[in-house]
């Protein structure tokens, strides 16, 4: 496969690394919506495979009023959800996900770390407020992170008003080349 140029302005084409992963089969997503009583606690549950493919992560969380939203690395999944089914961005290919989401509400926030816990040893990465004065506004991460490997994670929404909430999750899955060097008797 070549470099190959616009026919109208000889301008080299060229698609950035996800772009690539949407055509390789390898980029999903999710993308939905809750609609929440006040005090509800909706819980993402994501578990990252304990393999050498690595989840690219990109985020985008929407809501209608006051939300507190939480993410948290190494949580302990205590009782898992339900679950959120994972599209290929590719529609042709028919490649699946190696990460599992799942769904979990909670009439507080006590009663979601009885499901997911978020004490020590967990950490959390990201704590911000959305929709708050009744404007919808969003809280996203356009910089992706990579997952840690073989680790549970929970994208969590505290809603301190009744709110509906939509949350998007884009990610690739790629085998880190250099990481996999660095594995004795690896042969790729």
Not at 18 to 45: K, P, W
Not at 146 to 170: G, H, Q, S
Request: charged share 20%; glycine share 4%; with cysteine.
């Amino acid at each position: 496969m070549g470099v190959t140029a616009d026919a109208t302005t000889g301008a080299m084409n060229v698609v950035d690394y996800a772009h690539h992963e949407i055509h390789q089969g390898s980029h999903f997503f999710v993308r939905d919506i809750a609609d929440q009583a006040i005090t509800t606690v909706f819980d993402l549950q994501l578990t990252t495979p304990d393999s050498l493919k690595f989840v690219h992560m990109l985020w985008n969380i929407i809501a209608e009023d006051e939300v507190d939203l939480f993410i948290y690395e190494d949580v302990t999944i205590v009782n898992a959800g339900t679950v959120v089914p994972i599209f290929n961005s590719n529609r042709n290919s028919t490649k699946v996900s190696t990460l599992t989401i799942k769904s979990q509400i909670n009439a507080s926030v006590g009663d979601a770390n009885v499901d997911t816990a978020t004490a020590s040893p967990a950490i959390q990465l990201e704590h911000t407020k959305a929709g708050a004065n009744r404007t919808a506004t969003s809280a996203n991460r356009d910089h992706e992170i990579i997952l840690k490997r073989n680790t549970d994670y929970c994208f969590r929404a505290v809603f301190t008003k009744a709110a509906y909430i939509a949350f998007d999750l884009n990610w690739y899955e790629h085998t880190n080349k250099a990481y996999v060097s660095t594995i004795p008797n690896w042969n790729p």
